[in-house]
């Protein structure tokens, strides 16, 4: 599916680029999403039992707030039968938005809660880590015991101390290795 998800975005993107109206594509985008991917709209939109022309009228109506071409898309992808793709190509028209403006998006997860300038501090380093603007995401996981684990992109910094624990296990699991000496001593 995300090579569909990709084909639609691209198109999208080459559109919105065009015209200059990458940040209204993507306010659309979000609205698609959020409408054709909710379960109960995306049933009645992929019911053949129900009328195109009422399914027409229904995503006209719930997305009468985004531009025409948005809601030309989602028409099309309720006529290929697809309208829960429309979550995978909000995905990759942002990341490709993202690379346009040169900003990573970071998943930051902490055991406890992270004042505003320690977040800074944190965005600052990986910011340099990676070369770009970071966007960062936080969620707070009591799992990791302590510490911080940030994914960017390919890049993963691990400083939580349930990792650290947990390689300390497997160091103290293993038999320490013995240097053997070289058979030319004395």
Do not use: C
């Not at 200059?20 to 992929?46: K, Y």
């Amino acid at each position: 599916m995300a090579p569909k998800a990709r084909r639609y975005a691209q198109a999208i993107f080459g559109i919105a680029s065009q015209s200059d109206t990458l940040d209204e594509w993507a306010a659309d985008m979000d609205m698609l999403a959020q409408t054709l991917g909710d379960d109960d709209f995306a049933a009645l939109l992929e019911a053949p039992q129900v009328p195109s022309v009422v399914k027409m009228r229904g995503v006209d109506t719930v997305l009468a707030e985004v531009g025409d071409l948005a809601r030309n898309l989602a028409k099309l992808l309720v006529t290929h039968r697809s309208p829960r793709l429309a979550p995978a190509i909000r995905d990759e028209y942002r990341a490709m938005l993202d690379t346009e403006r040169g900003i990573a998006r970071a998943n930051i997860v902490t055991a406890t809660p992270v004042d505003d300038a320690l977040r800074a501090e944190i965005v600052a380093r990986l910011t340099a880590l990676v070369g770009q603007e970071v966007d960062a995401t936080w969620r707070e996981e009591p799992e990791i015991l302590g510490g911080m684990v940030a994914r960017v992109g390919d890049h993963l910094v691990d400083g939580s101390v349930r990792s650290k624990l947990q390689a300390l296990r497997q160091t103290l699991g293993r038999p320490a290795a013995i240097p053997v000496g070289d058979d030319t001593d004395p």
